[in-house]
């Protein structure tokens, strides 16, 4: 629910809506209690004016937050739709939870509302009413304008830099980067029986071929799994649960994501089954989209769209098809160096309970290389670029991963040779390959200096 809101518009305005409510009404009654007993220094620091100044400022706030605020709305709706056209509409996520676009919108929305309240309690003396100007309520209001002018300024700079495509690209590399570090141990630090290490002492546990299938209980992307209530399921069932979809696939209502079958050999009793399906059903959450909560492969899917769409003949931008890649290729090596093995849960006795399948270093690497790769066959550019990834990637990996990258070598050679490239640019690609199969070899070749 937090990630959910956390990339919503809405939230931190309404509650600046409450609070500018909450502060409309206090704020006036903390006038009347002090209007008397205030302090001359501070009194010649608040509003001086009458009730008729009182009113016309008030007015003029609310007035000019209400444009302010359309305008911002508008901007923000049109960098949305730039976003998703130009770029890839997976990174809408990434602007709804901008935390500085969501804090402006609060502040104009706060003033809006701070000063309408407090317009209602100003009294003019008029028609036998005791005339009553809030001095230090239209002071804050004042300040809270100001605020949002400087806001204002400070979110039009802000804007004009996240809908630059490195903007963008480095965004997205951070927040997969966050996501990385949260959800994959780096290999050397993962310490034997740990209750949500890897079985280091052999594979995980193969289904029978008997095992309970496991259905979907509702569409969607698999954003997360509840490993807390599996493993509280598994373990009261005594048996084994795998969840062979992981994180970002596209789950139908009633189609397996898995098996359980019971560890000691027994068959399941009918409410046992029954228990362990709906469990599992309600373990698996669904959403409309796909979010980098437990998703480590989200960070990539953005990357690649980017490539992809610049790569495409109605924008033909390879130079961001290049950088793309490059952030690509950074969260790659980044990715061999963690524990990328189905995850594990462990109970009391260091019985392995519930196994999640989790993208492997091809999965991974098929994903960032394959579309750029075939969009992009006869641009020379950017074909380097994903032999030097590979050659990055072969470098910054272990020996037992290294036939995802020989798998992709061998793609790019075949891609290289199909294309009718000018000699010079297909002897510069293939020196390329030949670096690729050096850094495989442990060898990183230094280009002399200029």
Known sequence: MRDTLRAQLWPLPTLGVTLAVVAGVGMPRVDKRTQHDMPSWLRDYLFSGNSDAARSVLEAIAGSLVTVTALTFSLTVLTLQLASSQFSPRLLRTFTADRYVQTTLALFLTTFTYALTVLRTVRTGEDEQTGFVPQMSVTVAFLLTLASMLALVLFLSHLAREIRVETMMSSVHSAADRTIQRLLPEMKDTPRGHPTARNHRGAPPEPPANALTLTVGASGFLTSVDEGNLLKAAMEADAVLLIDRSPGSSLITGTPMGAAWPRAGEPFAPETRARLIEAAAEAVITGAERTDLQDIAFGLRQ???????????????????????????????????????????????QQVRVVLRRPNLADLLDLAVAQPLRYSAAEPAVLARIAMLLRELAWSSAPDRHPPVVAALTRLRSTIEAQNLHPAERLRLTE????????LAGRWAHSPVP
């Open 303 to 349: 990357l690649t769209d980017i490539a992809a769409k610049a790569l495409s003949p109605g924008v033909n931008d390879p130079t961001t098809a290049v950088h793309a890649l490059s952030h690509s290729s950074a969260l790659l090596c980044e990715l061999a160096q963690r524990d990328l093995g189905p995850h594990l849960l462990f109970d009391d006795d």
């Open 432 to 439: 390329l390959t030949q670096l690729v199969e050096q850094a």
